[in-house]
């Protein structure tokens, strides 16, 4: 069975940092484009970063780009997102994903593997 799984999210304050990782089971991320995606009370989910499934570059929001940074672990069953100078409105729920239909140069729009979600609060 294909899942992901988050952790890491919680409670921190302003100018801080937390590293979210999301786990995979019954795959690798080999040929696959992940990313991690956020969703705030009343706002649309937007995608804040990819990692590509053919040359695996990396795209980031604008809004985090210099503060968070997309990885994953050499064996590839493991993804991260490291989150620094954290600020209140980073606050929501990041979601993992993964897809590996379109094997592409460029981070995909949709994704086929979701986790649950993991909350993220930053008090000001």
């Known amino acids: 069975e294909v899942q992901l799984v988050e952790s890491g999210g919680g409670l921190v304050q302003a100018g801080g940092s937390l590293k979210l990782s999301c786990a995979a089971s019954g795959f690798t991320f080999d040929d696959y484009a992940i990313a991690w995606f956020r969703q705030a009370p009343g706002k649309e989910r937007e995608r804040v970063a990819c990692i590509s499934s053919r040359d695996r570059s990396t795209d980031y929001a604008h809004s985090v780009k210099g503060r968070f940074t997309i990885s994953s672990d050499n064996a590839k069953t493991t993804m991260y997102l490291r989150m620094n100078s954290l600020k209140p409105e980073d606050t929501a729920v990041y979601y993992c994903?993964?897809?590996?239909?379109?094997?592409?140069?460029?981070?995909?729009?949709?994704?086929?593997?979701w986790g649950q979600g993991t909350q993220v609060t930053v008090s000001s």
């Open positions: 994903a993964a897809d590996a239909r379109y094997r592409s140069r460029w981070c995909p729009l949709s994704y086929e593997y």
